[in-house]
């Protein structure tokens, strides 16, 4: 039995790239690791694997609370698994703001699938990161890539307008509709309709069929309307129930005929514009992270707040007080 818990970075790299679950596992909870003292590690493992990634089909998953999620994906995944393929499961749970941890539960939700050694499931919270995504959750895709799955799947939370960050960290968006209801009934804006390339109208069974049509249809004429989200990609509209099974094959078909019609170039330079963003994400996070790492400035930080609030102050000019103090103390360091 692996001993991933206690690999340094070369080993646990060595372990991953061998398709050890465990060893997985470990590596995503190594760069999830919110420990200063944790990340030369993680960066020095996502380093010795990087050669090893960008070979999966990397898939976003979004949709209301109660559209079923959950359901589909265990469904999806149990017929990507028969096609011969490898599955991750990224899944971001929402998080408690109080006690910062999972509201939903973790791969429980998804058990027959999380049975199967072919699959991985991850269980993340969302903490504080806006997108529906966590903040790792990049660099755990590019884990399970080097672990040899290749399909990739991201459940986001599900929680609104603000969950469109999954559509840049992915090649194809797919967004989970309930029969009926429309954009005000199931929380869904056209933000984030404007950027699926694929909409399923789940629970297409029993009495919901004749809803999931006209859903359907509804759909299928505002999609006419608007840009489509990838050059190249006439966005579709499908009718599946994860409960029955119905239609799940067709789904696969879909993102089979995405990957060919859209090609691997154009995934590529896709890939290359989310790289540089994530760039720059991770710049602003680090020097975040960096900001509340040094004590004086923690200390002025609620009276800044307080004088922000009373409108004492613009929030720019107390952010650019507080990143001049920062750059201050930094040059007297060195």
């Known amino acids: 039995m692996s001993r991933a818990g206690a690999l340094k970075p070369a080993e646990l790299a060595e372990a991953v790239a061998g398709s050890d679950r465990r060893a997985l596992a470990q590596a995503i909870t190594l760069v999830e690791s919110t420990r200063p003292g944790d990340r ?116 986001t939370v599900g929680v609104g307008q603000s969950e469109t960050a999954v559509a840049d960290m992915t090649d194809m968006f ?32 029993g009495e919901m069929r004749e809803a999931a049509g006209r859903t359907a249809a509804d759909y299928q004429h505002a999609l006419r309307l608007l840009r489509p989200a990838t050059v190249g990609w006439q966005p579709q509209v499908l009718r599946c129930s994860a409960l029955t099974g119905a239609g799940i094959s067709e789904v696969w078909k879909t993102v089979e005929a995405f990957r060919k019609t859209v090609g691997k170039k154009s995934i590529a330079e896709r890939r290359a514009r989310q790289a540089r963003a994530w760039l720059k994400a991770e710049l602003a996070d680090s020097l975040m992270d960096a900001l509340a790492r040094e004590s004086d400035l923690a200390k002025r930080l609620p009276a800044l707040e307080g004088k922000v609030a009373a409108g004492l102050v613009t929030p720019g000019a107390a952010a650019r007080e507080l990143l001049a103090g920062f750059l201050a103390a930094r040059n007297q360091d060195s």
């Open 174 to 205: 797919l967004l989970l509709l309930q029969p009926g209801g429309g954009d005000e009934l199931q929380g869904i804006k056209r933000g984030i309709v404007e950027l699926a390339d694929l909409i399923l109208v789940n629970k297409d069974d």
């Open 40 to 155: 030369p590690a993680a960066d020095a493992l996502l380093e010795k694997l990087l050669p090893r990634t960008g070979k999966s089909i990397r898939i976003g998953i979004s949709g209301a609370p109660g559209v079923g999620k959950s359901t589909f994906i265990e469904t999806f995944g149990l017929h990507v698994l028969k096609e011969g393929h490898r599955l991750a499961v990224l899944a971001v749970d929402p998080s408690s703001r109080i006690g910062g941890g999972s509201i939903l539960g973790d791969k429980t939700r998804m058990a027959e699938l999380a049975a199967d050694q072919r699959a991985f499931i991850r269980p993340s919270p969302a903490g504080i990161t806006l997108g529906g995504v966590a903040r790792r959750s990049r660099e755990a895709l590019l884990l399970c890539e080097a672990a040899g799955h290749d399909v990739v799947l991201v459940e």
